[in-house]
Nanobody, 124 residues
Framework: QVQLVESGGGLVQAGGSLRLSCAAS??????AAWFRQAPGKEREFVAA????????MYADSLKGRFTISRDNAKNTVYLQIHSLKPEDTAVYYC???????????????????WGQGTQVTVSS
């Protein structure tokens, strides 16, 4: 099992920035990703990162404002968000896949472990 704990969410004004963290414990994992879910909407892929080498992938509509990274020594995955918009308001979830999982992957059912989510609210 892999336990994932997100942090770093909060209330921020439009145009601001946030860095979300996802601390992992337990078994090792291969690729990790961030998804988000706004009220009344389906869970949406944001970004993913592989283990070694650290390939990254982003949702086409979010490229340029989101940056995913990982620190393998700290077993932590990050999501930096710049120029936040009200439409970025959502619960952001971290997800991880078991070792040996194929790359790339952007569907929720391609990830085995999930965190509890962290709320990001952007005010206009």
């Amino acid at each position: 099992q892999v336990q994932l704990v997100e942090s770093g969410g909060g209330l921020v004004q439009a145009g601001g920035s946030l860095r979300l963290s996802c601390a992992a414990s337990g078994r090792t994992f291969s690729r990790a990703a961030w998804f988000r879910q706004a009220p009344g909407k389906e869970r949406e892929f944001v970004a993913a990162i592989n283990s070694t080498p650290s390939y990254t992938m982003y949702a086409d509509s979010l490229k340029g404002r989101f940056t995913i990274s990982r620190d393998n020594a700290k077993n932590t995955v990050y999501l930096q968000i710049h120029s936040l918009k009200p439409e970025d308001t959502a619960v952001y979830y971290c997800a991880a896949a078991i070792p040996g999982s194929v790359w790339p992957a952007r569907e929720p059912n391609e990830y085995n472990y999930w965190g509890q989510g962290t709320q990001v609210t952007v005010s206009s």
